[in-house]
Every structure is written in C-alpha cells, then in structure tokens.
C-alpha cells in the first residue's frame, strides 16, 4: 500500500518553507513600490505640484494628444500624474507607516500592562479594547477630523489609533503565556521586578508576532487613509495622497479615467503585496508551521 | 446593421418617465425655498417656475423690456411713489384667490422687514422702500424714500415675489399674526401663483413641480418635472446617459465633450451673469498694507485660468461690469490687471516677508473653485507670495482670520447696483461681515452712483468707486464661468439672457419637448 504523507504537513511545509510564485511576485511588487515610494524625488519626471494649465487631462502614452514626457498623462491642472502618484505613494506610506508606529506603541505597552498587571487594569484596558472594535473606525475617524481639521498631524493622530486594538489584545495574549512559562517565574522568584521582567524576558519574545501585526496593519491603514483623503477630509490639495487623487479626479473618471486609476491601480498593488508579504512574515513566523 | 438598430432605439428613448414629465439632475438642491430670504445661487434655480412678481421682464432679450405680470399696469404718480393696478382672477397654488392684502404682506414683509433672513435681504437691496400700502382692492402704492432710479427692477426682484398672506400666518402659533416660525415654515412648504406648484419638497434632496392648472398665464408646458439633487458630476452624466435625467445642470466645458460625442444627448451653455470673485479681508493684519493684496491681485493670470478652466469661454472683466448692465456697462474701465512684475515690485516695497497667505475654498460649491484655487496659488508662488489652499465647506467670509477665498458676485438684477452694488455698498454684507471697509468719501461716491438719477453721473460715480476698489483691493472678479447644462435632444431648452444666473425657467415658451 502506497504511504501517503500527512496532508497537514505537506500544505504546511508549502506555507512556511517555500516562497510560492504569488509570494514572490507580492514581495517583488512590495520591493518595487517601497523602492519607488522612498526614491521618489530622485526618479519622477516632474515635480508633483507644477502645474501645465495649458496641458490638461492630457493622456498616457500610446493615446491620441499624449503630451511628450507624461507617461502616465497629466490631470486637471496639467500635473504629471506618475509624479503625483509616486509622490502620492510616498506620503501615503509615511502615513500609515507613522500610523501604525502610534498603534504599536499604544496597544503594545497598554497589552503589556493588561498582560503583567491584570485585575481592574487588564479589565479597563480589554474594555476599552472591546469599545474600539464594536465601534466603526472610519466613522470615529471622520468625526474627529470634522471637528479637528484636517491638518497631516491630526491625521496621523487618527491613523495612529486605529488599529492600536490588535497589538494590544496581541500583546496580553502573549504575555499571559509567556508569564506561565518557567524562565519567567523564575525570574519572579528570583526576584526580578516587572520592567526588567518585561524588557529582559517578554519583549523580545513579542518581537515576531508584533512584525506580523504591523504588517497588515500598515495595509489597513493606507485603506484608511485613502479612504479619507477621498472623503476630503485626509490630505488635502495640492499635496497629493493616492487617496486624496482618487478623490478629486473622480469627476474626471469619464473624460480622464488616467487621473483615478493610476493612484487606484497603486493603492490595490500596495495593499495586496504588503498583505501577502504579511502573510508571509506570520507563516515564517509560526514556529508549529515552521517546525514541521 | 445593429448599430444602424441601436441607434435607431436610442434615438427613440422616452424622457425619463413621459411625454410631459422631466427629471432634472440638478448638482445642488436648496435647503429651503423661500424667494424672499433666499440669494443663493442653488435656490435662484427654482423659484421663478413657482412665484410671480408684480412686473416682469422678457426673458429672451438682454436688454430690460418690462412686462405686466401680477401687476397689469404701473405709474409714478409721483417721483417717490409708484401705483400698480393688480391683476384680477389669479390664485394661488392652495386655490386662494389672489387680493390686495396679500401683495401688501408680501412687499411689507421685506419692506418693513421683522424676521432676521428678510431683514439681511431687504437692506442690502430694497431700503430705499419703506412700504407699499393698499389703494383699493385691485390698486396698490410703493412708497421709496428717495427718487429712486430703479423702479422696475427693484419691484421685479425675486425677493419681492408674492406669497399667501393668509396661507402663511396660519401655518403655526396665531393665525392671524406672522410670526417668524411663519416664514420658516413657508420655506420648507412654499406656495406662489406661478405655473408650477411646488407639490414636494424635500430639503437638500429633491423638488416636484407639478403644472399649476389656475395659472393666470399660458399653460405651462410640462405636467410634471422632478428635480433630483446629484452632487458629483460624473454621477450626473452618467445619470443622463442611462435616461435617469433628463436635463443635469452644472456641467464643466471640459466635461462636454462627453455629451457632445453621443448623438443622443446635447449641451446649451452661456457665460453666467455671475462673478466667481477672489475677496481678501482687509482687516486681517498681515494684510492692512493695500500694495500686499494689489500684489495678489496682480499676480492673477486670469485670462490663463479661463483658457485652461473653462476652455476660453468664460469671460475674464477688466472692471466688476457686465454687458447685462446696459447703459452702465462700462468695459473700457480697467480696474483688474495681470502684472506680475508689478507685483513682485509691491512686495518688495510692502517688505513682504514671506508669510503664508491662506485661500479658502469649498471642494465643491462653485464649478473649477478649487481647480482655481489651485492655479492661483502657482500664480502666487512665482511672484513671491506664500499660498496655500485650505479645502472646507464652512463659510469663512466673516472670520476674523479670513485672509482670502473664492466667492461669487451674481447679478441679482440687471444694474451695477445688483451685482456689485449689492456686496460692496456702505453697511452692504461684505463691510457687515468685517473684511472690507468704506469712509465718507466712499459712501459719497456710492450714493451718487446709488441714487442719481442722471445716467452719465451714475457712470461717472460708479468708475470712481472702481478705482477706490483698485487702490485698496478686496474684490477681485477673477470670471464669469461658462455654465453648461446638458440634455436629451429631445428637449428645447436653453439659459435665457434676461434672467438672474441658474434660472431653471420652464415656463411657457421657454421649454419645448419635441415628442409633445
């Protein structure tokens, strides 16, 4: 009879010791748009904000009227639209980047604190927990900009609170599970305090499930923040945000389709490869996929 | 063969529900109707289709040729008092009959205005009138406190529209008293004479007009049009593509063309009588020194904005005149000049330190606005001037820390009175809202364009004026836009020369569906 592998074991191996074609390419594309984002001012053709009045909604290459440099057309004030976009990127990334270091270093020490303290602070901390993820955050997120305006530090303060949620409760349950482990109550009976228990001992433990989190936080968050930047109520003109070109360049979409679906094309390329590259991170991450 | 079908059925496409019955897809819908409170550009769309005035006009010519309407005939029977006799037999749209008493309330209630929104309107336009009194049951009196110039156009007014007396003070508390609740519930269930009664009316969403059989004129020629608010553009032309509208308003020259390529469908277009303006606040302190906002002003390319915004057919003013004003139009007055050397050398002399000018915009409201806003800030940049662009729908004309934004100056009646006479006089809403202001000689200059009755001394008053708003900007008429409205080709309609901008005159005459 013919000896069959464990299916478990082979789909894991796949998962966690082979980079698939769609992991490679994710990475790739990850790579690319980080390296365009970052080298932006070096490699766009135009700088984002100059404005050719007379060379409006000019089409991308390979279309009638292509105006000679523009690649990627121009929008409605004559702008390089692959400058906008890369530029756009560029701030948007910073963004969420900045963003999802606020979360983390929210929800991280806060799930810290709710891990080693627990009693009525783990109680408060899990229900302020509970209260930001029954209530929708793009609306918590428009109220406060409404009232807040919407200048980029006001935007980064939103951003940042937005998923703090997931580091936290990521946080405590890694801690609960470290603190039954026998090198830390060793540590407490050695008579170890908990700041050096949680420095020495717990946080280098959370280091690989906290990359994981940041990951695909930073692709939720640069939803979010193109989300808001179409409301209008994000990064606001001339200074471009691919979600803020989505934006205004809707009324466009008939006439000039080039000026959305540039920084759209952009926005889903970005939030695929960094969530699969996050993915990827989890399953490289997870010692039961990797050890098999 | 089948494009040769399609387009044989396409070409047969009903209007959106029947023969007499149009749905218009309008980019912004009022948030109350009421002619007299209202000025806006968004209500000015709706109201004539629904209300009257004593006197009217031909709407088909520039030029003012007056016209009886709820008033058959009119005379000065001395310089300051004018007698109308009043149209027998007409009703209102809830079937009362139309009497003396109800024009009485509806001149009175701006004239000697109580509720605040009145108060605003009639003194920025109607305060040389102090009353209008009943004479008998088909004659009435307009008192004026001075010989006033103005006569027909001031009592043609959408403000002065008529209204129910009756109608309207029994809609809440004392039936018999007009209170101000009164008016406010008028404005969300208005009723007037005209062809159309307003049959609903949703804030913000939607109007119904249904043909008003009782009208005393010609038969309006649709029985039933809908108007549906759309606020994105791409949203109405789709919306007109796919027969969900019929007629959409506000549509940008460089969006045309996609009208304009389906044989279905055409655009009809005019150069509003309407300003979009840049203000600046006098007031703000980093911009007391008149040479920074000459500056701003100077460094404005607006023959570019309109070549590249509204594709060369707006018209760029040298001076805050319109042809529409007649014998006042005055375009040999050069008061707005692109001089960008001009304005860096005034910076320079001004010791402009480079401190950051804000430009306020809604996202929105006005066609191109932050497309302009956009350009300017260029504008302002290759001079020398710190700009940026602040995006909000929040009016900020009356802040204190307004420094500058976009805004429009409408010709609310065909005299230089009416477009900038009505924004810029002595106490008028730009001096009342603090960033603009006048002195004695100003308001000397004002009254004798204001109220002097010879014409050539009102020309004379109104270019000195001018040149005060040169020495000391806050008003820089930057366009009138070329506003286009786009429709089935089934449908004959077009903007009319002699109205107030955004008219939607559906009115006998003025609509005509071929099919009917």
Same mark, same amino acid.
């Given at each position: 009879?013919?000896?069959?592998?464990?299916?478990?074991?082979?789909?894991?191996?796949?998962?966690?010791?082979?980079?698939?074609?769609?992991?490679?390419?994710?990475?790739?594309?990850?790579?690319?748009l980080f390296?365009s984002a970052f080298f932006a001012p070096?490699i766009v053709p135009f700088d984002p904000l100059d404005q050719s009045l007379?060379s409006r909604l000019r089409p991308p290459?390979?279309?009638?009227?292509?105006?000679?440099?523009h690649w990627a057309g121009t929008d409605e004030l004559g702008r390089d639209v692959l400058s906008r976009a890369l530029h756009g990127m560029r701030l948007t990334l910073s963004l969420a980047f900045a963003g999802a270091?606020i979360g983390?270093?929210?929800?991280?020490?806060?799930?810290?604190?709710?891990?080693?303290?627990?009693?009525?602070?783990?109680?408060?901390?899990?229900?302020?927990?509970?209260?930001?993820?029954?209530?929708p955050f793009t609306l918590v997120a428009l109220l406060i900009l409404s009232l807040m305006g919407s200048s980029l530090t006001v935007l980064v303060m939103v951003l940042g609170i937005a998923g703090?949620?997931?580091?936290?409760?990521?946080?405590?349950?890694?801690?609960?599970?470290?603190?039954?482990?026998?090198?830390?109550?060793?540590?407490?009976?050695?008579?170890?305090?908990?700041?050096?228990?949680?420095?020495?001992?717990?946080?280098?433990?959370?280091?690989?499930?906290?990359?994981?989190?940041?990951?695909?936080a930073l692709s939720n968050i640069v939803i979010l923040e193109s989300t808001l930047s179409f409301l209008g109520l994000g990064v606001q003109p001339p200074q471009p945000s691919l979600g803020s070109m989505v934006g205004l360049g809707r009324d466009y979409m008939p006439t000039a389709p080039w000026i959305v679906l540039v920084p759209a094309a952009l926005i889903m390329a970005l939030t695929f490869s960094v969530?699969?590259?996050?993915?990827?991170?989890?399953?490289?991450?997870?010692?039961?996929?990797?050890?098999? | 063969?089948?494009?040769?079908?399609?387009?044989?059925?396409?070409?047969?496409?009903?209007?959106?529900?029947?023969?007499?019955?149009?749905?218009?897809?309008?980019a912004?819908?009022?948030?109350?109707?009421?002619?007299?409170?209202?000025?806006?550009?968004?209500?000015?769309?709706?109201?004539?289709?629904?209300?009257?005035?004593?006197?009217?006009?031909?709407?088909?010519?520039?030029?003012?040729?007056?016209?009886?309407?709820?008033?058959?005939?009119?005379?000065?029977?001395?310089?300051?008092?004018?007698?109308?006799?009043?149209?027998?037999?007409?009703?209102?749209?809830?079937?009362?009959?139309?009497?003396?008493?109800?024009?009485?309330?509806?001149?009175?209630?701006?004239?000697?205005?109580?509720?605040?929104?009145?108060?605003?309107?009639?003194?920025?336009?109607?305060?040389?009138?102090?009353?209008?009194?009943?004479?008998?049951?088909?004659?009435?009196?307009?008192?004026?406190?001075?010989?006033?110039?103005?006569?027909?156009?001031?009592?043609?007014?959408?403000?002065?529209?008529?209204?129910?007396?009756?109608?309207?003070?029994?809609?809440?508390?004392?039936?018999?008293?007009?209170?101000?609740?009164?008016?406010?519930?008028?404005?969300?269930?208005?009723?007037? /004479? &005209?062809?159309?009664? *307003?049959? !609903?009316?949703?804030?913000?969403?939607? +109007?119904?007009?249904?043909?008003? #059989?009782?009208?005393?004129?010609?038969?309006?020629?649709?029985?039933?049009?809908?108007?549906?608010?759309?606020s994105e553009t791409a949203s109405r032309l789709?919306?007109?593509? /796919? &027969?969900?509208?019929? *007629?959409? !308003?506000?549509?940008a020259?460089d969006q +045309?063309?996609?009208?304009?390529? #389906?044989?279905?469908?055409?655009?009809?277009?005019?150069?509003?009588?309407?300003?979009?303006?840049?203000?600046?606040?006098?007031?703000?302190?980093?911009?007391?020194?008149?040479?920074?906002?000459?500056?701003?002003?100077?460094?404005?390319?607006?023959?570019?904005l309109?070549?590249a915004l509204?594709?060369?057919?707006?018209?760029?003013?040298?001076?805050?005149?319109?042809?529409?004003?007649?014998?006042?139009?005055?375009?040999?007055?050069?008061?707005?000049?692109?001089?960008?050397?001009?304005?860096?050398?005034?910076?320079?002399?001004?010791?402009?330190?480079?401190?950051e000018i804000t430009f306020d915009t809604a996202p929105s409201y006005y066609t191109n606005g932050l497309l302009a806003a956009q350009a300017i800030m260029e504008m302002w940049a290759?001079?020398?001037?710190n700009g940026k662009v602040v995006v909000g729908d929040k009016?900020t004309?009356?802040?204190?820390?307004?420094?500058?934004r976009n805004?429009?100056?409408?010709?609310?009646?065909?005299?230089?009175?009416?477009?900038?006479?009505?924004?810029?006089?002595?106490?008028?809403?730009?001096?009342?809202?603090?960033?603009?202001?006048?002195?004695?000689?100003?308001?000397?200059?004002?009254?004798?364009?204001?109220?002097?009755?010879?014409?050539?001394?009102?020309?004379?008053?109104?270019?000195?004026?001018?040149?005060?708003?040169?020495?000391?900007?806050?008003?820089?008429?930057?366009?009138?836009?070329?506003?286009?409205?786009?429709?089935?080709?089934?449908?004959?309609?077009?903007?009319?020369?002699?109205?107030?901008?955004?008219?939607?005159?559906?009115?006998?005459?003025?609509?005509?569906?071929?099919?009917?």
């Amino acid at each position: 009879m013919v000896q069959l592998a464990d299916p478990i074991m082979r789909l894991s191996k796949r998962k966690a010791n082979q980079t698939n074609f769609i992991q490679k390419t994710a990475i790739a594309i990850a790579i690319l748009l980080f390296a365009s984002a970052f080298f932006a001012p070096l490699i766009v053709p135009f700088d984002p904000l100059d404005q050719s009045l007379l060379s409006r909604l000019r089409p991308p290459l390979g279309f009638e009227r292509f105006a000679v440099g523009h690649w990627a057309g121009t929008d409605e004030l004559g702008r390089d639209v692959l400058s906008r976009a890369l530029h756009g990127m560029r701030l948007t990334l910073s963004l969420a980047f900045a963003g999802a270091v606020i979360g983390l270093l929210i929800g991280g020490t806060l799930g810290l604190i709710a891990g080693l303290r627990q009693g009525w602070a783990e109680d408060a901390i899990m229900s302020l927990v509970d209260m930001q993820i029954a209530i929708p955050f793009t609306l918590v997120a428009l109220l406060i900009l409404s009232l807040m305006g919407s200048s980029l530090t006001v935007l980064v303060m939103v951003l940042g609170i937005a998923g703090w949620e997931q580091y936290a409760r990521i946080v405590r349950a890694e801690v609960r599970r470290l603190s039954a482990l026998p090198f830390i109550e060793a540590a407490w009976t050695a008579g170890a305090g908990p700041i050096y228990i949680a420095w020495r001992h717990v946080l280098p433990n959370l280091i690989s499930p906290l990359v994981v989190q940041f990951t695909l936080a930073l692709s939720n968050i640069v939803i979010l923040e193109s989300t808001l930047s179409f409301l209008g109520l994000g990064v606001q003109p001339p200074q471009p945000s691919l979600g803020s070109m989505v934006g205004l360049g809707r009324d466009y979409m008939p006439t000039a389709p080039w000026i959305v679906l540039v920084p759209a094309a952009l926005i889903m390329a970005l939030t695929f490869s960094v969530q699969i590259l996050g993915d990827w991170l989890r399953d490289r991450a997870d010692v039961r996929l990797r050890d098999r | 063969m089948f494009r040769l079908m399609l387009a044989t059925a396409l070409a047969a496409l009903p209007l959106a529900a029947s023969a007499q019955e149009i749905t218009v897809g309008a980019a912004n819908m009022a948030a109350y109707l009421d002619p007299g409170r209202d000025h806006s550009n968004v209500g000015s769309q709706f109201y004539y289709n629904s209300f009257d005035t004593l006197i009217d006009r031909d709407h088909t010519k520039l030029a003012p040729e007056w016209e009886p309407a709820l008033a058959t005939s009119w005379e000065l029977i001395e310089p300051t008092i004018m007698e109308l006799k009043l149209r027998e037999n007409v009703k209102f749209h809830n079937g009362d009959a139309m009497t003396a008493d109800d024009v009485i309330f509806s001149l009175n209630r701006m004239m000697q205005a109580t509720f605040p929104p009145y108060v605003v309107r009639a003194k920025d336009r109607l305060a040389n009138f102090p009353m209008a009194e009943k004479v008998d049951e088909h004659t009435i009196r307009i008192r004026a406190n001075r010989e006033e110039p103005l006569w027909e156009t001031l009592i043609s007014l959408q403000q002065v529209m008529i209204i129910p007396e009756a109608y309207t003070k029994a809609l809440t508390g004392d039936p018999l008293v007009a209170e101000d609740s009164d008016f406010e519930a008028f404005a969300l269930a208005p009723v007037g /004479t &005209g062809p159309y009664r *307003i049959e !609903t009316f949703q804030p913000g969403e939607s +109007l119904v007009w249904e043909r008003f #059989d009782n009208f005393w004129g010609d038969k309006a020629p649709l029985e039933r049009v809908n108007v549906v608010q759309i606020s994105e553009t791409a949203s109405r032309l789709t919306a007109l593509k /796919t &027969g969900e509208a019929d *007629i959409i !308003t506000n549509i940008a020259p460089d969006q +045309l063309s996609l009208i304009d390529k #389906d044989k279905n469908l055409k655009t009809a277009g005019s150069a509003t009588a309407l300003f979009h303006v840049m203000i600046m606040n006098q007031n703000h302190p980093k911009l007391e020194d008149p040479r920074i906002r000459q500056a701003m002003s100077l460094a404005i390319d607006r023959d570019a904005l309109n070549e590249a915004l509204w594709l060369g057919k707006g018209v760029v003013p040298s001076t805050h005149t319109m042809a529409e004003m007649g014998a006042l139009h005055q375009p040999d007055l050069v008061t707005f000049e692109y001089d960008p050397e001009r304005a860096k050398a005034l910076l320079k002399e001004a010791g402009y330190d480079g401190f950051e000018i804000t430009f306020d915009t809604a996202p929105s409201y006005y066609t191109n606005g932050l497309l302009a806003a956009q350009a300017i800030m260029e504008m302002w940049a290759a001079v020398g001037l710190n700009g940026k662009v602040v995006v909000g729908d929040k009016w900020t004309g009356n802040s204190p820390d307004l420094m500058a934004r976009n805004w429009s100056n409408p010709m609310y009646f065909a005299d230089p009175f009416g477009s900038f006479g009505v924004m810029w006089a002595p106490d008028g809403p730009s001096q009342s809202e603090g960033r603009f202001n006048t002195d004695a000689d100003y308001a000397q200059k004002w009254e004798r364009f204001r109220y002097s009755t010879d014409l050539e001394e009102r020309k004379v008053a109104y270019a000195e004026l001018m040149e005060r708003v040169k020495e000391n900007p806050a008003v820089l008429p930057l366009y009138r836009p070329f506003e286009s409205w786009g429709m089935k080709n089934a449908i004959n309609w077009a903007p009319m020369p002699g109205h107030i901008p955004y008219v939607l005159d559906f009115r006998a005459g003025s609509i005509t569906l071929t099919d009917s």
